[in-house]
């Protein structure tokens, strides 16, 4: 299998900056993530954005989509923050032929118990088994894009009504 | 979704005891692991045994056969040694409207940069996704039964010939 | 031994919090700490404040030492942010028949690889083998108070010319 | 502070061989633990043995002292199994102009909460503030050799009555 990994930034990727005495989203974690699970796939990482999702545009969005539609690849595993992961995938569903699927993490993958190399799992997992379409992997869930949201104070992601 | 968690033993659950100065198999770790995860799904975890996967008979593999045939629910997550996990998997075929997918780790859930985490999404993010059969989960890949081996020497899971 | 440890904030103790998208002073991670390596030892944890400790003022400081001169115990472990650590110390100088250490982390202890885990065991090691008197803790090395200073761009502590 | 590193194998050392299904002691990862903390102090990391302290022989205790004496450095610290701790430690009494301090781990340093990095550091901090002796780091707490036995079935070292 080959997969191509796009990074939008988000928590999975936050890091910690002594010198700033803060967070800021860093490198991307994905690649390092397959790596430590010995996951024996082809994948390119390609970073797009560094940002808290919060923060992305409508421009933002379309350069994902551009990018993502460009790629030759058919499996594609985007990683990003989850305040706003519900847009982005409304935003890329139309591509045909590509399985599209999002995921991210609640907690940075440098935390110790951190969500993410599970979730990048369960995204790998549902990659691969899925027909073309936009999905998102989060809370050990596979949903389609437009049927979830995140609910913030229970948090997880769920499905719509 | 509903997940029914059969757990045979195998490296992924392997702890240390100091008493002993050796490893053994010891408790489920797949439960703890949709836990740390925040996985907000339904699962319950039925301990089989407590195994090496090089000591499992036959009689083991048609115990976990007629568990895994009586359960109701349609998706089915077995946790399992890896060295043998491939004659396990194939044990378990024709068992009809059932979503059946084997995992397990290199190294134990335990350990710090351990598969496990990573394994078991990929494992939760394929039972929801696949149709109806018998696949494996390892190396980030998601296999049919039957067409897949271990490769001891390399570490990872491979497609047959 | 009995050990008395006052918390003060800082970078040892920061936690992630989703809802906020943003990484606060959190509970106090030394006992924490002391659990998870299976310290045999008594010891107390005193939450002082919950603060960064560039904003630390002089009366956070005489508070402290006003806790700490009223302790009965002759051990006593302070966990404090990095950026004030120097000052802190200074203001707790002359304190009878008492040894303190100050440690605390460049890296929240909820981190992995963090440091924290390691410099309350260095702590922990120089209080109990060390006459009265004000020391740090940081970068593997113990410091007699008023000897030493943060160097931020190196990312360590170190002796003052 | 220059510090001279001896390393004997012990469960702090142990790791997971997959094709063997067990563990066993490998490199020694007193430097690791030394480095992932940021310890800014100089170290040599002196490998004498991989064993499992039950089978360590006088031979071996007699070597460790051997190596240990002709060391110009003053600060000795030794990563040992804690099954024999105390013999061996007994063994290098009355080396002259020497702090020597042992430690281990009740938990192998590559698994997840284990004791190893907070020993390790106790010993880093005991070390650099004891007068010249034989010392045992364990369980947070500092003894002479000679005054402590370890605890197999409460999983502690503690004073000898």
Redesign the interface.
């Known amino acids: 299998?080959n997969l191509s990994i796009y990074t939008m930034g988000g928590?999975i990727d936050?890091v910690?900056f002594?010198?700033l005495?803060?967070?800021v989203v860093g490198e991307p974690q994905a690649g390092e993530?397959?790596k430590?699970?010995?996951?024996?796939?082809s994948f390119t990482v390609n970073e797009v954005l560094r940002k808290?999702s919060?923060h992305l545009t409508d421009e933002d969005r379309q350069l994902l989509r551009e990018r993502v539609a460009a790629d030759p690849e058919r499996f594609i595993l985007i990683t990003h923050?989850?305040?706003s992961m519900v847009q982005s995938a409304q935003v890329l569903k139309g591509i045909a032929d590509k399985v599209i699927v999002f995921t991210g993490a609640?907690?940075?993958a440098?935390?110790?118990?951190s969500?993410a190399?599970?979730?990048?799992?369960?995204?790998?997992?549902?990659?691969?088994?899925?027909p073309p379409g936009v999905y998102i992997?989060m809370?050990?869930?596979?949903f389609e894009a437009g049927t979830v949201r995140k609910n913030?104070?229970a948090?997880?992601?769920?499905s719509l009504g």
Chains 1, 2, 3, 4 share one sequence.
């Open positions: 299998m928590t936050k910690y002594d010198d005495s803060d967070y993530i397959l430590e699970a010995q996951a024996a796939i808290d919060l923050g989850t305040d609640m907690s940075p440098r935390f110790k118990g969500d190399s599970f979730n990048v799992g369960c995204a790998v997992g549902a990659v691969q088994s899925l992997c809370s050990g869930q596979v913030r104070a948090g997880r992601f769920e």
